[in-house]
């Protein structure tokens, strides 16, 4: 089954504990992207990348890190997690070629960092 | 100006009736243009992309491109219950950077 998977799902943390949250899809994409959604602010994009070890600044980089060393995996890395990264987390893919230009979404990632 | 906002909500229709959601957007380059839909707690679907100026029909789902006037509609005829969820549009330029933007989303209720 073709789909973007996240974990973990729930995540409740401190502030300053690194943590990762990891994003795989199995639709050999070549463009993947991180967003968080807050209420009454949307979904704004994090990071995204264009294909393997390419990567760039969305709207709301700080505080956040990636990498993309495989083609299937984006993971999210908070280096030092505070209160306003609490958030609902999307990870998302698609193609950049082909006509298709749907991307497809994971489940979201729910984070509290106290 | 926002570069891509949305009608602020909620937005109520009866059921059976038809849904009117609207978006408008600041670049003039933008090519692409999509509606989501997202259930409460659940992560966004494509419900219809459209390219070109004009309609574009998929079931009870119609997308309305006017690149002249900058805005992209959806209209959703014979509401049903199942239709509520919170419609997010997003638009994505012309050239290499494929970033997507997106409003901030709508609200729809359809009340039985």
């Not at chain 1, 994090?46 to 995996?73: A, H, L």
């Not at chain 2, 491109?65 to 997003?90: E, F, G, M, W």
Request: glycine fraction near 8%.
């Amino acid at each position: 089954e073709a789909q973007v998977t996240q974990n973990p799902r729930y995540l409740i943390t401190v502030t300053g504990k690194k943590l990762t949250v990891t994003c795989s899809q199995n639709m050999n994409h070549e463009y993947m992207s991180w967003y968080r959604q807050d209420p009454g602010l949307g979904l704004r994009q994090i990071y995204y990348s264009m294909n393997v070890e390419v990567t760039d600044k969305g709207d709301v980089p700080e505080g956040y890190k990636v990498s993309r060393k495989e083609k299937r995996n984006f993971p999210l890395i908070l280096e030092s997690p505070s209160p306003n990264q609490t958030s609902l987390y999307f990870c998302a893919s698609s193609l950049l070629t082909g006509g298709d230009e749907t991307q497809y979404f994971g489940p979201g990632t729910r984070l509290l960092v106290l | 100006q926002k570069e891509v906002e949305q009608n602020s909500g909620p937005l109520s229709v009866p059921e059976g009736a038809i849904a009117s959601l609207n978006c408008t957007y600041s670049d003039r380059g933008s090519q692409s243009f999509f509606w989501y839909r997202q259930y409460s707690g659940k992560s966004p679907e494509l419900i219809m992309f459209i390219y070109s100026n004009g309609d574009k029909e998929d079931g009870r789902f119609t997308a309305q491109l006017n690149k002249a006037s900058q805005y992209v509609s959806l209209l959703i005829r014979d509401s049903q219950p199942s239709d509520s969820a919170t419609y997010l549009c997003a638009v994505r330029k012309a050239g290499a950077n494929s970033k997507l933007t997106f409003g901030k989303g709508i609200t729809l209720s359809v009340r039985p």
